[in-house]
């Protein structure tokens, strides 16, 4: 059965990094389009990042130059390095794999709380 299960969140000061894993089991890992969303509380879930299976980058404007996604085939998992995280980045953070005319999987999600 196909998962993907997200890891890596917890509690960091302002200023401070985070790397979130999502690791993937039961699919073709290197066919799916990786990404990374965000649900804030009492808010929508939104994008925050992706990368395609030829590794193509691509961010939403708050991700840009502080958010690096990354993934590695061989161990079937995507990255989420996250710097100088600021209090309204905390969320919880999301993994989805999807492609073109098939099914999508999400994680259940790890949370982030940035706060001092």
């Known amino acids: 059965q196909a998962q993907v299960v997200e890891s890596g969140g917890g509690l960091v000061q302002p200023g401070g990094s985070l790397r979130l894993s999502c690791a993937a089991s039961?699919?073709?890992?290197?066919?799916?389009?990786m990404g990374w969303y965000r649900q804030a509380p009492g808010e929508q879930r939104e994008l925050v990042a992706t990368?395609?299976?030829?590794?193509?980058?691509t961010y939403v404007d708050f991700a840009k130059d502080r958010f690096t996604i990354s993934r590695d085939n061989a161990k079937n998992t995507v990255y989420l390095q996250m710097n100088s995280l600021k209090p309204e980045d905390t969320a919880v953070y999301y993994c989805?794999?999807?492609?073109?005319?098939?099914?999508?999987?999400w994680g259940k999600g790890t949370l982030v709380t940035v706060s001092s």
């Open positions: 989805k794999a999807s492609r073109a005319f098939g099914m999508a999987y």
């Open positions: 990368i395609t299976s030829r590794g193509s980058a």
């Open positions: 039961g699919l073709n890992f290197n066919i799916y389009t």
